[in-house]
């Protein structure tokens, strides 16, 4: 069985210490002026060799590379449907994978409208390293955190002989942190779309949505779920 005994009790006290706070109401105002900026701000974070260059460049360029190359940042445009009508650009910032860098980090949280948790299915550890992360959202988003929209996604699911951390074990944290779940293979180009599908649609600010194939952010609605 994929999912250790002794990694299930980490599993509680990793959730329970990373609780996100429950939404409410008076997080709005603060939001407004975001909601009311073109660009829309996606920060992608995880430990390195996890496939978050991968992943982003595999939605932006749909290219994949076998080799890996550490990255300090990039930043990826995409132009979006806004609000049906309106066009606003998509800016994923793919984050450095490094501790090294806190500073960077804190930034890319204190800009970001939304964010994508990205651990490897092979690697337990990088599944923990979101730990860190995840507090450093809460201390510089305060309550806002709670009306943002953020992805748990565990890639490499190709790699399935090599898995760690079973899909059930994703599924639990985000379901203890109230966020979107998903599991990718940006090597085959599995789930990748509906990633940013279900990320957009958590946004109930501004009606986001691919203008590839979803022009009314239909599919991903009925595939996202949302901060509780």
């Known amino acids: 069985m994929y999912f250790f005994n ?11 210490k990373v609780m996100l706070p429950a939404r409410t109401s008076c997080d709005l105002g603060s939001r407004v002026a975001e909601a009311s900026t073109s660009d829309y701000r996606v920060a992608v974070f995880g430990a390195g060799g996890v496939g978050k260059s991968s992943i982003t460049q595999r939605f932006v360029k749909g290219t994949f590379n076998e080799n890996y190359i550490p990255t300090i940042e990039d930043t990826y445009r ?54 860190p992360i995840v507090e450093m959202m809460k201390e510089v988003k305060g309550n806002a955190i709670a009306e943002t929209p953020i992805m748990l996604v565990g890639n490499k699911k190709d790699e399935e002989s090599k898995r760690e951390v079973s899909t059930a074990g994703g599924q639990k944290i985000a379901t203890a942190w109230g966020c979107g779940f998903i599991e990718t293979s940006a090597k085959n180009n599995e789930n990748i779309t509906e990633l940013f599908q279900q990320l957009l649609a958590l946004e109930k600010k501004r009606q986001l949505a691919l203008t590839m194939d979803d022009p009314d952010g239909k599919n991903g609605k009925k595939k996202g ?3 509780m």
């Open 6 to 16: 002794d990694f299930n009790s980490k599993f509680d006290d990793f959730s329970e």
């Open 78 to 131: 995409q132009v979006i449907s806004c609000n049906q009508k309106n066009v606003c650009t998509l800016q994923i910032t793919d984050t450095t994978g490094s501790h090294q860098f806190p500073a960077m980090q804190r930034l890319s949280i204190s800009k970001g409208n939304a964010f994508i948790l990205i651990y490897s299915v092979t690697n337990k550890q990088s599944f923990a390293e979101l730990a």
């Open 225 to 227: 779920c949302h901060i």
